[in-house]
């Protein structure tokens, strides 16, 4: 995303069209809203790049706003509230682009990125749009549902799922059209064999069709598979091993059970990214356009992806901040 920031839209308008349209068409541009700025600061996101104001505007390929200055004259407190949010909006944009431009009719000034990287960036990028299953029982009850626990969702999960659905639509409205397209009706989706996932995928999009991914099934629990943090720090055999975990910030190994070997988070971050470079490879490869994967595995699917796409930006994030409440989304845009 080019980000160009100027006293007025005219001014960044007449700065597209002498340096960008050579590389991109006017329907690849969009005007930072007041509307926006509000929906922004009523998201109260601990973090931009979870806020779905911000991951609304990754695709397209110019965004353009103007600078909120101070005036002589007395403002009214709601005038001073809309500078305020529009402000904070700008900042949480600028740091997400690849290039921000000081824009006016006849200078401008380059303060972040290259405008020739950032045109080859835009090229080269792919999208990913990454669903956490709706509700099981084992979330209802804080438990840790791993590769192992295969389950449907509860009937509060599936009763949440319509607005869910309406969320995203709302999202998806914002973006451009061709994305809109592949968003609202997607031709194929991306899954974890989970039932949990495969399910929430079906009720998304009925009419998909959905392939099915066995690596991008959630974290093997070893002996954690099923209970609760509170039943763990009950049991008297396996709270020094669940204590010893937690304290290793889940980087430690789980403990094997009978049936599972047990995962670090470092071995299911590598094994989940990897698949999913994998699907975004064959789609950057192929002719669907825009390149979009679509994505409906676990909590800890959303993690170890986002966490993991390049170019990797300083980030007050955690690998834990990047999930969401069941049958939430990620939007993101990455390099490949």
Same mark, same amino acid.
């Given at each position: 995303?080019?980000?160009?920031?100027? @006293?007025?839209?005219?001014?960044?308008?007449?700065?597209?069209?002498?340096?960008?349209?050579?590389?991109?068409?006017?329907?690849?541009?969009?005007?930072?809203?007041?509307?926006?700025?509000?929906?922004?600061?009523?998201?109260?996101?601990?973090?931009?790049?979870?806020? !779905?104001?911000?991951?609304?505007?990754?695709?397209?390929?110019?965004?353009?706003?103007?600078?909120?200055?101070?005036?002589?004259?007395?403002?009214?407190?709601?005038?001073?509230?809309?500078?305020?949010?529009?402000?904070?909006?700008?900042?949480?944009?600028?740091?997400?682009?690849?290039?921000?431009?000081?824009?006016?009719?006849?200078?401008?000034?380059?303060?972040?990125?290259?405008?020739?990287?950032?045109?080859?960036?835009?090229?080269?990028?792919?999208?990913?749009?990454?669903?956490?299953?709706?509700?099981?029982?084992?979330?209802?009850? !804080?438990?840790?549902?791993?590769?192992?626990?295969?389950?449907?969702?509860?009937?509060?999960?599936?009763?949440?799922?319509?607005?869910?659905?309406?969320?995203?639509?709302?999202?998806?409205?914002?973006? /451009?059209?061709?994305?809109?397209?592949?968003?609202?009706?997607?031709?194929?989706?991306?899954?974890?064999?989970?039932?949990?996932?495969?399910?929430?995928?079906?009720?998304?999009?009925?009419?998909?069709?959905?392939?099915?991914?066995?690596?991008?099934?959630?974290?093997?629990?070893?002996?954690?598979?099923?209970?609760?943090?509170?039943?763990?720090?009950?049991?008297?055999?396996? @709270? /020094?091993?669940?204590?010893?975990?937690?304290?290793?910030?889940?980087?430690?190994?789980?403990? /094997?059970?009978?049936?599972?070997?047990?995962?670090?988070?470092?071995?299911?971050?590598?094994?989940?990214?990897?698949?999913?470079?994998?699907?975004?490879?064959?789609?950057?490869?192929?002719?669907?356009?825009?390149?979009?994967?679509?994505?409906?595995? !676990?909590?800890?699917?959303?993690?170890?992806?986002?966490?993991?796409?390049?170019?990797?930006?300083?980030?007050?994030?955690?690998?834990?901040?990047?999930?969401?409440?069941?049958?939430?989304?990620?939007?993101?845009?990455?390099?490949?």
């Amino acid at each position: 995303m080019i980000f160009l920031l100027g @006293k007025s839209q005219e001014g960044c308008l007449k700065f597209f069209n002498l340096r960008l349209s050579k590389y991109f068409s006017r329907d690849s541009i969009r005007a930072v809203t007041a509307a926006d700025a509000k929906d922004f600061a009523l998201e109260k996101s601990n973090f931009h790049e979870k806020s !779905h104001v911000c991951q609304s505007f990754l695709p397209w390929q110019v965004v353009i706003s103007t600078e909120e200055g101070c005036s002589l004259l007395p403002l009214s407190n709601e005038k001073i509230r809309s500078r305020e949010e529009k402000g904070r909006l700008n900042i949480a944009l600028a740091s997400m682009a690849d290039c921000v431009i000081l824009a006016g009719e006849k200078i401008y000034k380059v303060i972040k990125g290259s405008i020739s990287l950032a045109i080859k960036r835009e090229r080269k990028k792919v999208y990913v749009l990454c669903f956490r299953h709706g509700s099981t029982p084992s979330n209802e009850r !804080h438990a840790y549902a791993g590769r192992l626990t295969d389950e449907e969702l509860s009937k509060a999960g599936i009763e949440k799922i319509p607005d869910a659905k309406k969320d995203f639509s709302n999202f998806a409205k914002n973006l /451009p059209s061709e994305f809109q397209n592949e968003l609202l009706s997607p031709q194929k989706i991306f899954s974890s064999p989970l039932q949990r996932a495969v399910q929430t995928a079906k009720l998304f999009f009925p009419d998909a069709k959905i392939q099915t991914v066995k690596k991008l099934a959630e974290m093997d629990f070893g002996l954690f598979e099923g209970f609760s943090s509170a039943e763990l720090f009950k049991d008297k055999k396996l @709270k /020094p091993l669940y204590q010893k975990w937690v304290d290793s910030l889940c980087e430690s190994k789980c403990p /094997p059970s009978a049936d599972s070997s047990g995962e670090s988070k470092s071995e299911f971050t590598k094994r989940t990214f990897k698949a999913f470079k994998k699907i975004a490879l064959k789609v950057k490869k192929s002719k669907i356009r825009p390149p979009l994967v679509i994505i409906f595995a !676990h909590g800890g699917s959303q993690c170890a992806i986002f966490s993991s796409l390049p170019p990797k930006k300083k980030s007050k994030m955690t690998y834990f901040d990047w999930q969401t409440a069941n049958a939430g989304f990620l939007f993101g845009a990455f390099t490949l």
